[in-house]
């Protein structure tokens, strides 16, 4: 049985830093492609980060660029997101996501089959 759980939201000062955490468990990463996505008050969800099952690269949205990590912790089998300069725009309940995801619907929060229970992120100006 897959299980997600989030942990590290809250609340920030713009410019500032946190660092969100997603244990997993009934997961292989090797097998399943792990994903952050977030969703703002009002605004559909959006892909954030992702590291593909198979070859363990990288993906990011273009905001994420320069100012997230994606890592992973795998004898804990955690992903991480560490999150700089951080700006109000990124206020948001941020989810992870697993799932035998291909390539080219990565970005795609309907074809995740697994999320964990969001965890919030405030940042104010």
């Known amino acids: 049985q897959v299980q997600l759980v989030e942990s590290g939201g809250g609340l920030v000062q713009a410019g500032g830093s946190l660092r969100l955490s997603c244990a997993a468990s009934g997961v292989t990463f090797g097998s399943y492609t792990m994903a952050w996505f977030r969703q703002a008050p009002g605004k559909e969800r959006e892909f954030v980060g992702a590291?593909?099952?198979?070859?363990?690269?990288?993906y990011y949205a273009d905001f994420a660029k320069g100012r997230f990590t994606f890592s992973r912790d795998k004898p804990e089998n955690t992903v991480h997101l560490e999150m700089n300069d951080l700006k109000p725009e990124d206020t948001a309940v941020y989810y992870c996501?697993?799932?035998?995801?291909?390539?080219?619907?990565?970005?795609?929060?309907?074809?995740?089959?697994?999320w964990g229970q969001g965890t919030r992120v405030t940042v104010s100006s």
């Open positions: 996501a697993t799932g035998r995801i291909i390539m080219s619907s990565m970005r795609q929060s309907t074809q995740y089959n697994y």
């Open positions: 590291m593909f099952r198979n070859t363990g690269y990288i």
